[in-house]
T-cell receptor
């Protein structure tokens, strides 16, 4: 079945850039997503990328997709303490509405 | 995107009782909703796909008689945890299918 992996933890200083990485196994993925989860809350959709794109930029967020290596990354520019949260990548198979979530990366931003 | 609410936001119950959690799509008529479970410091586990007007589709390993799902209208799906036990304690999150999934704020269940 599909498998989505992320590194567990990332620590950065305020103002630095953060890069969160994700690898997936399903080559038929059509859309890949990044969600943010703050403590005790649900998931907030940050951005998504269609599988025929290499890059997407949305304000401070840049998504890079290497479809050959099945590697997805999320870069947060000028990281703020409010960006501290857990970030999940997710992929959607072309035939289904279901999302397969990664293990989540806990981002800690220190002042 | 769709605005989704859940009620209650947290609940504590005694072992053996049943608990109902509501998921509402406030601004979108959703034919499909999803129910997830999340353990501390873990990812989301899909429990079932809730389809308006028909039976839910459960993921492998999820007991349909234990976790009853009803999607009686286009704006409401309910998850009832029957005869709850301490191992059912978890964070339950629903989502609404629009162009992508939009999530509710979650319900934390603690079974004593």
């Amino acid at each position: 079945g599909e498998d989505v992996e992320q590194s567990l933890f990332l620590s950065v200083r305020e103002g630095d850039s953060s890069v969160i990485n994700c690898t997936y196994t399903d080559s038929s993925s059509t859309y890949l997503y990044w969600y943010k989860q703050e403590p005790g809350a649900g998931l907030q959709l940050l951005t998504y990328i269609f599988s025929n794109m290499d890059m997407k930029q949305d304000q401070r967020l840049t998504v890079l997709l290497n479809k050959k290596d099945k590697h997805l990354s999320l870069r947060i520019a000028d990281t703020q303490t409010g960006d501290s949260a857990i970030y999940f990548c997710a992929e959607k198979d072309s035939g289904f509405q279901k999302l397969v979530f990664g293990t989540g990366t806990r981002l800690l931003v220190s002042p | 995107g769709a605005v989704v609410s859940q009620h209650p936001s947290w609940v504590i119950c005694k072992s053996g009782t049943s608990v109902k959690i509501e998921c509402r799509s406030l601004d979108f008529q959703a034919t499909t909703m999803f129910w997830y479970r999340q353990f501390p410091k873990q990812s989301l586990m899909l429990m079932a796909t809730s389809n308006e007007g028909s039976k839910a589709t459960y993921e492998q390993g999820v007991e349909k008689d234990k976790f009853l799902i009803n999607h009686a209208s286009l704006t409401l799906s309910t998850l009832t945890v029957t005869s709850a036990h301490p191992e059912d304690s978890s964070f339950y999150i629903c989502s609404v299918q629009q162009e992508t999934q939009y999530f509710g704020p979650g319900t934390r269940l603690l079974v004593l």
